[in-house]
């Protein structure tokens, strides 16, 4: 399972990639508005930034919702760095978007997406990779981890090529139940990532060792 990190933020950017788990970045307008990016070549420049901190894909987000101006829009995106993927809301154009970007070998991730059905069509429709929001799932009393096997089974029996991008994570948890239902990658907050690092015993356990140490 490929670790992917869910912020615009730079400096979070450059930590995760220090740790040397890193395998791409996914940013959305909201993530891009938290850092206070303001203007197209801000934003450009951005995208750009981040490519050049991670060797590997980064998902920037169309703003337009019909499909001339989403190709337009993620004609540009994919033309600043080889490592952008363009990212498409899952709604009827965005779904005709996504077929012509496939058929123009361009890397998408089909976003927003909250059932199987829908990441069906977004196979059918050939994007590379599909974003179930796991965490929004929990908040609405529904299991977002289910929804993620539910689309591994089926990618699966189907033999679809799309990968499955779990997002929204918000906890360690989930990324551990998401490698436990087959999740192909999983998009976290940074503090989800250094999470995975906590257990109280570790800490007793070192801090016994070292004191130990001292009377070797
Ligand atoms: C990533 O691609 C998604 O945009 C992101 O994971 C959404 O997370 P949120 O539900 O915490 O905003």
Known sequence: MRFFIDTANLDQIKEAHALGILDGVTTNPSLM???GIKGHDAIMQHYVDICNIVDG???????STDFEGMVAEGKKLAALHENIVVKIPMIKDGIKAIKWFSDNSISTNCTLVFSAGQAI?????????????????DDSNWDGVELIQQIVNIYNAQGYMTEVLAASIRTPLHIVKCAEAGADIVTCPLSSITGLLKHPLTDLGLAQFLKDAQSL
């Not at 894909?57 to 703003?63: K, L, R, T």
């Not at 069509?121 to 799932?137: D, Q």
């Open 121 to 137: 069509l977004a196979a059918k429709a050939g994007a590379t990779m599909v974003s179930p929001f796991i965490g929004r799932i």
């Open 57 to 63: 894909p980064v998902s920037a987000e169309v703003i």
């Open 33 to 35: 508005a938290k850092e």
